[in-house]
């Protein structure tokens, strides 16, 4: 369990540290700054275990879709969840913000993350030709559902439970399985 609260211009030397060990291509200097200052649709927030940021995360709240911006965990601290908990609760504030769903893009390359979203919902949804300029690789478009369908509550519900109970995530599947009972579960009687 971490805890997790919203970050601030003072914790911009820890995200920056964790930003450059966790990507080949790290945002500059700068970026977060005006991230965290002048960008009024940006919410960032970080993790935290023994008061040492372990792990970030950030959202634009575009209208009624989030845009997951960034999600990057400490390369000692990965493996344990805490990157599940911090898009749990990066989902948590973009209904609080009036996201009707969530959006991403992911390199082709990076499947980790990519598990990671799946159990949380996103599913592919297109893709962006040569969009890293890096590398020139593909990025991967992943949707949500509508946030507040019984199916997407439920995953969120068995990703935390597990978590929090500091448990290995069961795969995919399990989490297909959670969606669709709830899914079911929620159809009014007489709908066919
Ligand atoms: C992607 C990223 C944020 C994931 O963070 P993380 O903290 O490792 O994520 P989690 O610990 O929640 O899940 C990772 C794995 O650990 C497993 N895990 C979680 N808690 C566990 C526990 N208590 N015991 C054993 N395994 C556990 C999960 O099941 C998952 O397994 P998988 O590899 O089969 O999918 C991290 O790898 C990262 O920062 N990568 C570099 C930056 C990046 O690529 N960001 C995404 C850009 S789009």
Redesign the pocket.
């Known amino acids: 369990m971490i805890e997790i609260a919203p970050l601030r211009v003072e914790h911009l030397a820890e995200m920056q540290e964790i930003e450059n060990a ?2 080949d291509a790290p945002w500059p200097g700068g970026a977060y700054r005006s991230e965290l200052t002048t960008n009024r649709l940006a919410r960032y927030l970080g993790g935290r275990r023994d008061g040492a940021l372990i ?1 970030f995360g950030g959202i634009w709240l575009m209208v009624d879709e989030a845009h997951i911006t ?4 400490r ?1 000692s ?10 898009l749990l609760a990066l989902l948590v504030a973009a209904r609080a913000g009036g996201a009707a769903l969530a959006t ?4 082709v390359s ?1 499947v ?2 990519q ?2 979203y799946e ?1 949380l919902g996103f599913r592919h949804v297109g893709r962006r030709v040569r969009y890293y300029d890096d590398n020139g690789e593909d990025a991967l478009i992943m949707t949500t559902p509508p946030l507040n369908d019984a199916g997407q509550v439920a995953r969120e519900e068995l990703a935390a439970t ?2 929090r109970a ?4 069961p ?1 995919a599947s399990a989490f297909d399985a959670a969606e669709r009972t709830a899914s079911a579960a929620s159809v009014p009687r007489g709908v066919q």
Do not use: C, K, Q, Y
């Open positions: 966790s990507f792990g960034t999600i990057a965990v390369p601290e990965r493996g344990r969840g805490a990157g599940t908990e911090l991403l893009d992911v390199r990076n980790g993350a598990r990671l159990r597990m978590v500091g448990a290995p995530l795969d």
